[in-house]
């Protein structure tokens, strides 16, 4: 059975930074491209960042490209999203999402919310 969990969202100021985190079981990061979305109150969930299975081929929105980072720790079958400089427009829950076999995985999503 596979399962994705995310963590380490919260509320921050706007320049703050925070550091997301997806854990998989059932499914290994060294072998499937992983993905993070984000999905705001009243909007459609969208692409922010990606990294692939073998070589860490990162992409980006161009919204967080140089602010965010996508990583991965593949000991620890875990994903990574560094986010700086964090604007009130990055306020979303954050999604995990991977593949396997053609099926699609999601995680719970962990809130992000950046206020003053």
């Known amino acids: 059975q596979v399962q994705l969990v995310e963590s380490g969202g919260g509320l921050v100021q706007p320049g703050g930074s925070l550091r997301l985190s997806c854990v998989a079981s059932?499914?290994?990061?060294?072998?499937?491209?992983v993905y993070w979305y984000r999905q705001a109150p009243g909007e459609e969930r969208e692409f922010v960042a990606g990294?692939?299975?073998?070589?860490?081929?990162?992409t980006y929105d161009a919204s967080v490209r140089g602010r965010f980072t996508i990583s991965k720790d593949n000991a620890k079958n875990t994903v990574y999203l560094q986010m700086n400089s964090l604007k009130s427009e990055d306020t979303a829950v954050y999604f995990c999402n991977a593949r396997q076999l053609g099926t699609p995985y999601w995680g719970q999503g962990t809130q992000v919310t950046v206020s003053s």
């Open positions: 990294i692939s299975a073998l070589n860490n081929y990162t």
């Open positions: 059932g499914l290994s990061f060294s072998r499937n491209a």
